[in-house]
């Protein structure tokens, strides 16, 4: 099967994947995935703008590794996990390694936001379709589309 046709056979499978487990919320104490999932990070009554400048100025700091900057959105970050999504999802509060890209949240921010995660049975290759075309629709503040993994 050649690369073309691989990529079709994804695209496919990614237009009818359906999410096995879903979550939202903030609380990740209990929470329990698997290792694929596709997570979205949501300002709640906020100001985007006011938190696209903020953001900017954080990561103008240099003190952390942050997400790309894109443009004001209630949506803050699309982005999926094939390993360990609570880990990931903890990077983006502020938890990680400061040379982990990520929002770090816990550093610069001070409004609300809502976590919404859902579990996918697919390949990673297939996840990462998913993750794009949710992120190509919802038009995310931070973050860059596309696999880590070229």
Not at 55 to 66: H, V
């Amino acid at each position: 099967m050649s690369y073309i046709d691989k990529l079709i056979a994804n695209c496919q499978a990614a237009k009818v994947a359906k999410s096995i487990k879903e979550f939202e919320g903030n609380d990740l104490s209990a929470l329990s995935f698997g290792d694929k999932a596709i997570y979205i990070i949501e300002e709640i009554n906020g100001n985007p703008e006011q938190t696209f400048l903020d953001f900017s100025r954080y990561k103008q700091k240099k003190e952390r590794a942050c997400a790309k900057l894109n443009s004001p959105s209630s949506i803050m970050y699309v982005g999926s996990s094939t390993t360990d999504v609570k880990k990931r999802i903890e990077q983006h509060m502020g938890q990680g390694h400061k040379g982990t890209y990520a929002l770090h949240l816990h550093h610069w921010f001070r409004g609300e936001y809502k976590i919404i995660i859902r579990q996918y049975d697919v390949s990673n290759e297939v996840l990462q379709i998913i993750e794009d075309d949710i992120s190509d629709r919802l038009r995310p503040a931070f973050g860059k589309q596309g696999s880590n993994n070229k």
